[in-house]
Each structure stands twice: as C-alpha cells, then as structure tokens.
C-alpha cells in the first residue's frame, strides 16, 4: 500500500485575501494530520499571483507548532534561488523546533517569467544543482568547512524533486527522489527509475514518491467539476500570462469555453487523477506497479474548501491503514 503524503501550494481563492490561503494551508494541515499523513509539505513560488506561498520555511514554522506528529517540509525549496548555507541554517532552526518531524525537498525549478527570474537574481550558466545539493548536505550534516547552527538533534531528511538528469543525481547522491508532472506519462519512466535504482549510492536504499493532483468525489461528474478550477486556471495562465486564484465552478460555467482554451482545461485534465474511489484506487495501484513508488504526494486543489477536505479525508481512508482519531 502507498504511504500518502500532501504537498499544499496556498492556492489563493477569489473573493479571499490572500492571506487567507495561508491560514487555509495550516487547517489543511491540521486535518491532515488526524487524517493520519505522514507528511505535509510547503510549495515554494515567487510573485505568482495565485499562489501564496513564496517562503516555505516561514510557513512550516507556523504548520509545525498547530500540529504535533505530521512530518513537514519542502515541496521544494528551489535551491537556483538560495545560498545552500541559508536553507541550511533554515531547516536546522525547523529541525530544532520540531525534532524528528522535518524533511528538505530540494528542486531546481526557475522562476516563473523572466522578471521574476531577474528579480531573484538568476542568470543563464552552469548548471550548479548536484553541488549545490552537495554543499547543503555538507552544512546539515556538520562536515563542510562551515559549521551551520543550530545542530540538528537528528538527520534531517533530504529529497530530490527530479526530472530527467535529476533522477541521476539523487541516485548519485544517494537520496530519495520525488517525481511528478509529465513525467509520470513518459514512456521511459520505468526505465530511468530502474537506472536510478541500479545507480544508487546509498547506505538507505532507493526510494520513490510519486507526486499528483489527487481529487476524489461520490460521482466522476463531482470529481470532474472539483478539478475544474485548477484545470481552469492553468488553461487561463497559458492564455493570459497570469497565473489566476482558483474560482468558483459557477463562475467557470458562466464564461465561454472553446477552442483552444476547452483544448488546454481538457489537457490539464488529463494530467489530473480525479473519479470516484474505485476509480482514483485503481489509477494508484497502476501508478505505484509502473514506478515501483512506496508514497504519493497528493497536490490537489480546488475552490470549495469542504469538498476538498472530503476529498483529503476520502483518500485518506483508502491509502492510510489506521488514520487517527
């Protein structure tokens, strides 16, 4: 059976401050925590409209004192963006705080249009992510040249966020790596992931987490309409350059939907796991037998909060053995 985990990115909502989806995202975690998860984890995007969450660590701050069991970290911290000594020293004050319960995904993601990307002061070079993870490495675990504070009571634990070539360098690196996206449909997945488990240079053993939009509702035409608003809003991005807060589906229905954006909501779609729990139970066992994965980051997202904690309870019920009280 699939360990279950959630990624949160803050998806802002109209009509709410956007604040308010920080607060969302600590409630969602504080369900999913008596839900029986094993990990929440942050997002970090820069100046997206629709998102809200730019700092992880100072969001997990706040998640980890309004919960006590559930594992927090990053889904991911991009590393492009930040000196490897900060996100050391970052995740040594959370790992201090919240002993035991703190895990640092790391990933590469650029910024999300070239201003962003002017603004957070990255230019076009060598690619620096391997070492990078390296040196962070090197200040969690107290051997590099500098000692970052404070010490940790214990590892902390590392992912790789990857994507082709980064499937290498987690297995290189001898860490658990988290693949999602497009790449979950690539016909060479099992390939590279046998690579990667042939490759593995570590004392742990290889591991897997697959990450994917999960929805779950009584009927396919429920599920179907909880999947519209990020479906919606993603179509919308590729169309107006911005990045939207997630709306109503009364609101979708009541605008035109054709031609080239219908094609985008429906591609978006595609990419989703989304039925009722026979169905979303049978794409996840399919899921994990194709890639051989032992945990699923759930990233779902929707307008209606209440059916989305139903719908966060609801797989929680069909991943976790013994969720609690």
Request: zero cysteines.
């Given at each position: 059976?699939?360990?279950?985990?959630?990624?949160?990115?803050?998806?802002?909502?109209?009509?709410?401050?956007?604040?308010?989806?920080?607060?969302?995202?600590?409630?969602?975690?504080?369900?999913?925590?008596?839900?029986?998860?094993?990990?929440?984890?942050?997002?970090?995007?820069?100046?997206?409209?629709?998102?809200?969450?730019?700092?992880?660590?100072?969001?997990?701050?706040?998640?980890?004192?309004?919960?006590?069991?559930?594992?927090?970290?990053s889904g991911g911290v991009m590393l492009p963006?930040?000196?490897?000594?900060?996100?050391?020293?970052?995740?040594?004050?959370?790992?201090?705080?919240?002993?035991?319960?703190?895990?640092?995904?790391?990933?590469?993601?650029?910024?999300?249009?070239?201003?962003?990307?002017?603004?957070?002061?990255?230019?076009?070079?060598?690619d620096t992510f391997a070492a990078d993870i390296?040196?962070?490495?090197?200040?969690?675990?107290?051997?590099?040249?500098?000692?970052?504070?404070?010490?940790?009571?214990?590892?902390?634990?590392?992912?790789?966020?990857?994507?082709?070539?980064?499937?290498?360098?987690?297995?290189?690196?001898?860490?658990?790596?988290?693949?999602?996206?497009?790449?979950?449909?690539?016909?060479?997945?099992?390939?590279?992931?046998?690579?990667?488990?042939?490759?593995?240079?570590?004392?742990?053993?290889?591991?897997?987490?697959?990450?994917?939009?999960?929805l779950i509702a009584d009927t396919p035409e429920?599920?179907?309409?909880?999947?519209?608003?990020?479906?919606?809003?993603?179509?919308?991005?590729?169309?107006?350059?911005?990045?939207?807060?997630?709306?109503?589906?009364?609101?979708?229905?009541?605008?035109?939907?054709?031609?080239?954006?219908?094609?985008?909501?429906?591609?978006?779609?595609?990419?989703?796991?989304?039925?009722?729990?026979?169905?979303?139970?049978?794409?996840?066992?399919?899921?994990?037998?194709?890639?051989?994965?032992?945990?699923?980051?759930?990233?779902?997202?929707?307008?209606?909060?209440?059916?989305?904690?139903?719908?966060?309870?609801?797989?929680?019920?069909?991943?976790?053995?013994?969720?609690?009280?």
């Amino acid at each position: 059976m699939l360990r279950l985990s959630l990624l949160d990115r803050s998806r802002t909502r109209a009509g709410h401050l956007e604040g308010d989806a920080l607060v969302h995202s600590i409630q969602r975690a504080q369900r999913a925590e008596r839900y029986g998860y094993e990990r929440f984890w942050a997002a970090e995007h820069h100046a997206v409209p629709g998102i809200a969450s730019g700092a992880p660590a100072v969001l997990l701050a706040a998640v980890g004192a309004r919960t006590s069991t559930i594992r927090i970290g990053s889904g991911g911290v991009m590393l492009p963006n930040h000196q490897p000594l900060v996100v050391a020293e970052q995740w040594l004050m959370l790992a201090a705080l919240f002993p035991g319960r703190v895990d640092l995904g790391l990933g590469r993601s650029l910024g999300f249009t070239a201003p962003v990307r002017r603004a957070l002061r990255q230019e076009a070079g060598t690619d620096t992510f391997a070492a990078d993870i390296t040196e962070t490495l090197a200040y969690l675990r107290g051997t590099a040249d500098v000692t970052a504070h404070p010490a940790a009571p214990e590892p902390i634990a590392v992912f790789v966020l990857a994507t082709g070539a980064g499937i290498g360098i987690a297995a290189s690196l001898g860490l658990p790596v988290v693949i999602g996206g497009p790449i979950l449909a690539n016909p060479e997945l099992p390939e590279l992931l046998t690579t990667y488990r042939t490759q593995f240079r570590g004392d742990a053993g290889a591991s897997v987490i697959i990450s994917a939009e999960v929805l779950i509702a009584d009927t396919p035409e429920q599920a179907r309409e909880l999947a519209l608003p990020e479906a919606w809003a993603m179509a919308r991005s590729r169309q107006t350059g911005v990045f939207p807060a997630l709306e109503p589906v009364s609101a979708i229905r009541s605008r035109p939907m054709t031609g080239r954006l219908a094609e985008r909501v429906d591609a978006h779609l595609a990419g989703m796991i989304w039925g009722t729990r026979q169905s979303v139970a049978a794409h996840l066992e399919g899921l994990a037998e194709r890639t051989g994965a032992h945990e699923l980051l759930a990233s779902g997202a929707t307008f209606d909060r209440d059916a989305l904690d139903a719908s966060d309870a609801e797989l929680a019920s069909l991943l976790v053995s013994a969720p609690a009280d």
